[in-house]
């Protein structure tokens, strides 16, 4: 499989940073700008956006913050002051893709983005994947069911009954998985599948 290549240029990128107005989160602020990011800051004690309205998040990991109760499916990048265990614990428990340390300043920020964003974004293309390999095995499960249907009631093997249904699949200009599905869901005997499917130049 071929990798894709690492995103690196963020103009237009919708940033939230979650954090009490201080020189860190100003300084940050300033430099996502210049960065060509949208950039919104809600202070601790105020609420969150809601999920759709950002594209990054930084949130200030010296806080107790609620991210667990926030259905949030962003990239999360945590500023952080304290290295203590227990804070880098909680950091990792809350799945922050990158880290900024305090004082905050231009060294690392814009490499904590690309990180962020692309491990983010690769998870994103792994789980597709993994959901296209799913409906394979689902849509592979199908095919045989209809494969079996078919030799019970032409007496056919395995083969022509795998052929029968291809070949109809083709004809229609459907996938033979689309076929076989519409044979088990219609409980449709395999020979009269010809007059149950319209042709592709029929269809609308």
Not at 14 to 36: K, S, T, V
Not at 143 to 152: E, P, Q
Request: glycine share 6%.
């Amino acid at each position: 499989m071929t990798r894709k290549k690492p995103r690196m240029l963020f103009r237009g990128l919708r940033a939230m940073i979650w954090h009490d107005c201080d020189p860190n989160r100003q300084f940050l602020e300033l430099y996502l700008q210049r960065l060509g990011l949208r950039v919104s800051c809600c202070g601790v004690g105020g609420k969150l956006c809601e999920r759709g309205e950002f594209d990054l998040l930084f949130f200030d990991s010296d806080q107790d913050l609620p991210i667990g109760e926030l259905d949030l499916d962003v990239p999360m990048i945590a500023l952080v002051g304290s290295e203590a265990p227990s804070r880098l614990q909680w950091v990792l428990g809350h799945n922050a893709a990158s880290l900024i340390f305090k004082p905050v300043r231009s060294a690392g920020i814009y490499g904590s983005i690309v990180f962020a964003m692309n491990q983010y974004e690769e998870r994103l293309s792994i789980a597709a994947q993994q959901e296209r390999l799913n409906s394979k095995i689902r849509y592979r499960k199908l095919v045989i069911f209809a494969v079996l249907k078919t030799m019970r009631e032409q007496g056919c093997d395995e083969e022509q009954a795998f052929s029968g249904l291809r070949r109809q699949a083709m004809e229609r200009r459907i996938t033979i998985e689309m076929l076989c599905a519409d044979v088990l869901a219609k409980n449709l005997p395999a020979g009269q599948l010809r007059d149950t499917w319209p042709l592709a130049h029929d269809r609308p």
